[in-house]
């Protein structure tokens, strides 16, 4: 297989740094001003990874991009909903690579028991506004001049969409290390592969 969709682990650092650089250091994509090394972004996946998935695509043994989930925000009733985010290589872009990680990402929340996944998108931004619209998130917002970076104030568009029933007395979300032992996380894993269209 020339792509394949997995779990980030320790030694992609370097790659999804590398990835996620550009967003820092040369648009407004992220609110960092300055990019993480590879030893910051080993430290946020080894923060996170027991509770939230970081995932990426490999594609002919390099780096495509990666997505992952954090906590919306922290207080307990907000347990059940996380925050997402996709970086796909410069030079791999519009060829399904993001649409394929949203796509599994989804699939291992909704299998974790997350409810509602929610994305920040810095205006103007058609590309990752359209992604989110395809993926089925839902505009619920825009925080106007929340954000000062290269000279400029800018906006940011918030939008959501629904991962999992509301029913009530959910039970909390389970871990991902108890998910990956489910026999149903391989093929979440892998449903996004698919629309992966590198040669």
Avoid at 80 to 105: F, I, K, M, N
Avoid at 143 to 153: A, L, M, P, V
């Amino acid at each position: 297989m020339t792509t394949a969709l997995r779990l980030a682990v320790e030694a992609d650092a370097a790659a999804i740094a590398a990835i996620y650089a550009p967003a820092v250091t040369e648009r407004a994509t992220s609110f960092e001003v300055v990019a993480p090394d590879a030893a910051e972004m080993a430290l946020r996946i080894d923060r996170l990874r027991a509770r939230f998935p970081w995932l990426a695509c490999e594609h002919h043994g390099t780096l495509a991009g990666y997505a992952y989930a954090g906590p919306h925000r922290d207080r307990a009733a907000y347990q059940w909903s996380v925050e997402v985010s996709a970086y796909v290589r410069a030079d791999l872009q519009r060829a399904g690579v993001a649409r394929a990680l949203y796509t599994s990402l989804l699939a291992v929340l909704e299998l974790q028991g997350f409810r509602t996944a929610c994305a920040g998108v810095t205006l103007p931004n058609p590309a990752s506004e359209g992604l989110h619209s395809a993926m089925g998130f839902t505009p619920v917002g825009v925080y106007h001049s929340i954000g000062y970076k290269f000279g400029r104030w800018h906006d940011v568009a918030w939008s959501q969409r629904s991962i999992g029933a509301y029913e009530p007395d959910p039970p909390p979300p389970r871990p991902l290390v108890e998910v990956t032992a489910d026999p149903r996380f391989g093929r979440a894993l892998a449903s996004g592969e698919a629309l992966v269209r590198l040669p």
